[in-house]
């Protein structure tokens, strides 16, 4: 009982269900906009990750949650955490000035 999941990123998360028998499992659900402080914390970094001759830098966000519960015996159990990475590009030049990709689908 008592399921749900604390993530570092995503504020609320709901689940579908929040009592589970034992070997049940259900799913869980929240969202994430990157802020600008992130975007400009990964442009003004020493070591961006994948600055391109294109005028983009590719930032890493990274995101880690964890399961937790209460197990039939009345013990709170927490999951392993469960991290997932993924890259967003960001233009690294003036505001107002689009890099020559923009609007194509790579």
């Given at each position: 009982?008592?399921?749900?999941v604390t993530d570092d990123l995503v504020a609320r998360v709901?689940?579908?269900?929040?009592?589970?028998?034992?070997?049940?499992?259900?799913?869980?659900?929240?969202?994430?906009?990157?802020?600008?402080?992130?975007?400009?914390?990964?442009?003004?970094?020493?070591?961006?990750?994948?600055?391109?001759s294109d005028g983009c830098v590719r930032c890493p966000v990274?995101?880690?949650?964890?399961?937790?519960?209460?197990?039939?015996?009345?013990?709170?159990v927490t999951s392993l955490p469960a991290r997932a990475t993924?890259?967003?590009?960001?233009?690294?030049?003036?505001?107002?000035?689009?890099?020559?990709?923009?609007?194509?689908?790579?």
């Open positions: 009982s008592d399921v749900g709901t689940c579908e269900s929040t009592a589970l028998a034992p070997g049940q499992s259900t799913t869980c659900r929240g969202s994430y906009t990157i802020t600008r402080a992130a975007v400009h914390k990964c442009l003004t970094s020493a070591k961006p990750s994948g600055g391109t990274t995101n880690t949650a964890l399961a937790h519960g209460t197990g039939p015996n009345g013990d709170r993924i890259t967003v590009t960001v233009h690294d030049g003036h505001p107002g000035k689009r890099p020559p990709h923009y609007g194509a689908h790579r």
